[in-house]
């Protein structure tokens, strides 16, 4: 049964399948120093098909498959592919960094999956590397083409916009929507990660991204859908694609989130500005009954904070690091 915090209804989970990636996005990780989870705390595939199955039965109906980065878990394709066959899951969707989309893209839309996320901050190749500190931009443009072939629909386009870095593209990511069916979702940059270094000076709202997009033209609003959550989508006039915007900060987010996280070492977060976590891992390998663990799934949706209020960006600080909660 969907359980409701709020009055609307959790039924989304996020789930980070590993904390490891082949990027070091600035604004997520830092280069080195990394305390990586050891890997006999990583939950095991078995354990996530376990808790996805049984979280299930607490509401769940769409599953997003984060990280860190999942492409670089070995044997994630055979895991989506059991996931892909769980009952009662309606929607299995990805956020990748898009690396290694040449080389799975294929396999991972042969499980079913027609939904996808790419991570792309900026179309110039230096700036890719200045942000994610590894060369990889020609393969990630790669990715996206590959992705578009092999017939992902809809590509969305996550950009995390900050103020000195990439604000002069904006207009550039918006145009693309008209010639391409793409989906480019702007994201407010967000205080996460004890070595994050956001600012109130790089931070740009989603109100200030749409002034900036009349530019080129009207903004018309796109019906959203029950899974769609927080996200505001809009489309500028004889646009293939879309434009939507996580207002994460700035906007009434708490009301209408209707996610769950799941961290890779088997923690359930109801907030991601919240440290507060829920073991469920260790109840799982004592082999507690699933009706334990709904229960535990049940009080972490119920500990969903009910409103922002009160909270200044500076303070709704998490001290994980994006990578090990998913985003
Ligand atoms: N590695 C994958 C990727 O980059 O798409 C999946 C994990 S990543 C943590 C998920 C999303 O979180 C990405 O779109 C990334 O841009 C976003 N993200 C990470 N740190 C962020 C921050 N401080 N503020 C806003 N978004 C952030
Ligand atoms: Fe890796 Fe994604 Fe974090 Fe970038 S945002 S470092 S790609 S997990």
């Known amino acids: 049964m969907e359980k409701e915090n709020n009055n609307h209804k959790i ?24 305390d990586f989870v050891p890997h006999s705390d990583v939950l095991s595939y078995e354990e996530m098909l376990h808790l996805v199955d049984v979280s299930v039965h607490a509401g769940i109906r769409k599953v997003r498959l984060t990280g860190g980065e999942p492409l670089v878990r070995k044997g994630f394709v055979d895991f989506l592919d059991e996931l892909s066959s ?64 092999v017939g992902f629909d809809p590509i969305k386009i996550n950009v995390v916009a900050i103020r ?33 270094s956001w600012s109130n000076e790089k931070f740009i709202s989603t109100d200030e991204i749409k002034e900036k997009i009349l530019e ?61 976590e829920i073991d469920v891992k260790g109840p799982l390998r004592e082999g507690k009954a699933d009706d334990y663990l709904i229960r535990l799934i049940t009080r972490a949706i119920e500990s969903k904070p009910k409103s922002p209020k009160g909270m200044s960006p500076e303070m709704r600080k998490c001290v994980r690091h994006m990578s090990s909660i998913g985003g």
């Open 164 to 196: 000195g870095f990439n604000e002069d593209e904006i207009l550039d990511f918006a145009r693309m929507t008209l010639d391409k069916p793409y989906h480019i979702r702007f994201i407010e940059y967000m205080p996460v990660g004890e070595h994050n």
């Open 11 to 34: 039924n989304y989970l996020r789930l980070s399948v590993t904390d490891r990636c082949n990027l070091r996005c600035m604004y997520c990780m830092p280069d080195e120093g990394i």
């Open 86 to 149: 769980l009952e009662g899951l309606e929607e299995i969707t990805l956020t990748t960094n898009g690396v290694l989309l040449t080389d799975f893209a294929a396999d991972i839309r042969a499980c079913g999956i027609c939904r996808i996320n790419i991570s792309l901050d900026t179309l110039r190749p230096e700036r890719f590397l200045q942000i994610t500190r590894r060369d990889y931009f020609e393969k990630v443009i790669q990715g996206i083409q590959e992705a578009e072939r």
């Open 216 to 276: 080129i033209g009207g903004l018309h609003p796109v019906l959203s859908n029950p899974f769609d959550g927080p996200a505001e989508r809009f489309r500028l006039e004889g646009g293939k694609g879309e434009i939507g915007f996580i207002g994460a900060l700035s906007n009434h987010f708490c009301e209408s989130c209707n996610r769950l996280r799941l961290t890779s070492e088997g923690h359930l977060r109801g907030c991601l500005f919240s440290d507060s």
